[in-house]
């Protein structure tokens, strides 16, 4: 499957993006759209784990289309070395209520897990050039098993993992073209995670990562009572 789209950033001009199906892949065969028949599991140690999902969202191409049009774009900018830099990617905050589109990501992942997903953020990366450096959630500050969901749409993109202190990667995914990839337990406290630049990437790449920002009985607060939650930054 091929799209070919543009959209229109807040701060920049028109970015034209297009992304190629896998053509040689193995399909994931058919079953029920947002299905968690499949679903692995790989643990990382006793505390974190990550749950991966194949072609979770079956209509993804549909969903890239829709986001691209319509969700609100922007390209933030990150002051290092005391310049102002352009962030190497362009981000999309859906704001609650959430379009019914989100919604229905939202709900079977509420019910599976049993926490209330709060906020969508969507990152594009245009093409290979476009990344996200080794980083955790934030929202660990503030929840004790804080967890993140990512559904991948469009081209398929390198995501690594490797603990928090550096060393080696331990685990290499390829997500995109409606994959979930669920991160939780400690995941966020004692791992670290990435989607490096790529010159072989096949085009766009489009992530929608949902996050909860209210403790659950599974994920008790990790600062004091009353402590308000942080802003999360991008999610691959």
């Known amino acids: 499957m091929c799209?070919?789209?543009s959209a229109r950033g807040r701060t920049l001009e028109?970015?034209?993006v297009a992304w190629q199906g896998s053509?040689?892949?193995?399909?994931v065969?058919?079953?029920e759209p947002l299905s968690?028949?499949?679903?692995?599991r790989d643990a990382l140690d006793d505390r974190s784990w990550l749950d991966v999902v194949p072609?979770?969202?079956?209509?993804h191409g549909a969903l890239f289309e829709l986001l691209l049009a319509e969700a609100s774009w922007q390209q933030r900018t990150r002051t290092m070395w005391d310049k102002d830099v352009l962030e190497p990617r362009m981000i999309a905050l859906v704001p609650q209520p959430f379009p019914a589109y989100v919604q229905e990501l939202v709900d079977p992942l509420n019910a599976r897990y049993g926490v209330e997903l709060d906020s969508c953020l969507v990152n594009l990366y245009r093409d290979g050039n476009d990344a996200v450096a080794w980083h955790a959630d934030t929202v660990r500050k503030t929840?004790?098993?804080p967890l993140v969901a990512?559904?991948?749409?469009?081209a398929r993109r390198t995501f690594l993992v490797r603990p928090v202190d550096g060393g080696a990667v331990v685990r290499r995914y390829k997500p995109g073209e409606g994959d979930l990839i669920v991160m939780g337990g400690a995941m966020q406290h004692d791992w670290h995670h990435t989607v490096p630049r790529e010159k072989t990437a096949s085009g766009a790449r489009m992530s929608v990562t949902l996050r909860h920002s209210r403790p659950t009985a599974a994920s008790a607060p990790a600062a004091a009572p009353g402590t308000p939650p942080a802003a999360s930054p991008p999610s691959p």
Request: hydrophobic residues 40%.
């Open 3 to 5: 799209a070919g789209l």
């Open 55 to 59: 072609g979770w969202v079956t209509d």
């Open 23 to 27: 053509l040689f892949e193995e399909a």
């Open 143 to 145: 929840m004790r098993d």
């Open 150 to 154: 990512t559904v991948s749409l469009g």
């Open 36 to 40: 968690f028949d499949g679903l692995r």
């Open 14 to 16: 028109d970015v034209d």
């Open 29 to 31: 065969p058919d079953r």
